[in-house]
């Protein structure tokens, strides 16, 4: 009888890619706990102490927010008319040249 030793590289084959695919899942495993218990800490800790901008700072960005929205919008309107006025000009020239 001859003895073929396929079978046995094939166990040994499916026994070490078993055995590779556990350690893969065991980081994602351990990843996806620790990840779990960061929330959970996180839903734990009081709102107060919970790092983020107080009312005031948000009141200051509002404010500079404002300010900045006047800015741009007033600055663009007067742009826009001076490329209409631009505009026209242009056109008038070449009207006078024909």
């Given at each position: 009888?001859?003895?073929?030793?396929?079978?046995?590289?094939?166990?040994?084959?499916?026994?070490?890619?078993?055995a590779?695919?556990?350690?893969?899942?065991?980081?994602?495993?351990?990843?996806?706990?620790?990840?779990?218990?960061?929330?959970?800490?996180?839903?734990?800790?009081?709102?107060?102490?919970?790092?983020?901008?107080?009312?005031?700072q948000?009141?200051?960005?509002?404010?500079?927010?404002?300010?900045?929205?006047?800015?741009?919008?007033?600055?663009?309107?007067?742009?826009?008319?001076?490329?209409?006025?631009?505009?026209?000009?242009?056109?008038?020239?070449?009207?006078?040249?024909?």
């Amino acid at each position: 009888m001859i003895y073929d030793p396929s079978p046995i590289f094939i166990i040994l084959f499916v026994l070490g890619m078993l055995a590779i695919f556990r350690k893969r899942g065991m980081g994602i495993q351990h990843r996806l706990e620790r990840q779990i218990a960061e929330l959970r800490a996180e839903r734990r800790t009081p709102p107060s102490l919970q790092p983020g901008p107080t009312a005031d700072q948000v009141q200051m960005l509002e404010d500079r927010v404002r300010v900045l929205e006047r800015i741009v919008t007033d600055q663009n309107y007067d742009l826009a008319r001076e490329i209409e006025a631009l505009r026209d000009r242009k056109a008038d020239h070449r009207r006078e040249v024909q």
